[in-house]
């Protein structure tokens, strides 16, 4: 049930990502950041189904043991200071293979970080924006490598699909969601009539996993972090 009721998002922008906005082949490689977020984990989980690659970055060595078992995904540690030293780190995950997208999760200084990454003519895709700061670009990559910028945004992306396509994405996942094919962690279990706590737990820094509401009869341990 607590699989079920995270079904909308993360994994369906996941899906999405990956496999309506670009023709991606068996073996490309995609670099991410927020690795760890709820989506970045979906993210690697079906890329490694498709047989694509992932690089993806998170801020904390911490993340990283949870992440290991996601097949054909490598992981970088960006503590933030040092963006020579993440971008030769990607390189070296990647054997210096060009990689043929970026999705972004934080905006602003992020977003050119992953522009520097990809190879020519490739996109960064925003989805999200942590940072709360506008997404930034370097003009050498736009207009030298033709390196593209482009926004997604489900319920946008839900409007031109088609009510018919929809519904065949989410079956797909409820099937992968119940046999443990796809699985997102959860961090904690709140009461519906425990917001306060439930707000403090999802904004915690460190947290591994989403927060989720349960009813009084759901039978649903809450967990006591």
Not at 152 to 162: H, K, Q
């Amino acid at each position: 049930l607590l699989q079920a009721s995270m079904r909308k998002a993360p994994p369906a922008p996941a899906w999405a990502l990956l496999h309506c906005l670009f023709a991606l082949s068996p073996g490309d490689w995609i670099v991410q950041n927020a690795g760890n977020s709820a989506v970045g984990t979906f993210v690697n989980a079906l890329a490694a189904r498709a047989g694509l690659r992932t690089v993806s970055i998170v801020r904390r060595p911490q993340a990283v043991p949870p992440l290991a078992r996601c097949h054909g995904s490598a992981f970088v540690v960006d503590p933030g200071g040092d963006p020579q030293a993440v971008r030769d780190a990607v390189a070296q995950a990647t054997g210096g293979e060009p990689v043929r997208l970026a999705l972004d999760a934080i905006g602003g200084a992020a977003t050119g970080l992953l522009g520097s990454m990809v190879a020519d003519g490739a996109t960064v895709v925003v989805y999200g924006l942590l940072s709360g700061e506008p997404c930034r670009l370097a003009p050498h990559d736009v207009v030298f490598r033709d390196v593209g910028l482009r926004g997604f945004w489900l319920p946008r992306w839900f409007a031109g699909a088609g009510a018919q396509r929809v519904a065949a994405l989410y079956a797909e996942l409820a099937a992968l969601l119940a046999d443990g094919a796809l699985h997102a962690p959860v961090a904690a279990c709140r009461r519906l009539d425990d917001v306060a706590r439930a707000l403090a737990a999802a904004a915690a820094g460190g947290r591994e996993g989403k927060v989720v509401f349960v009813t009084d009869d759901s039978g649903l341990p809450t967990f006591p972090n």
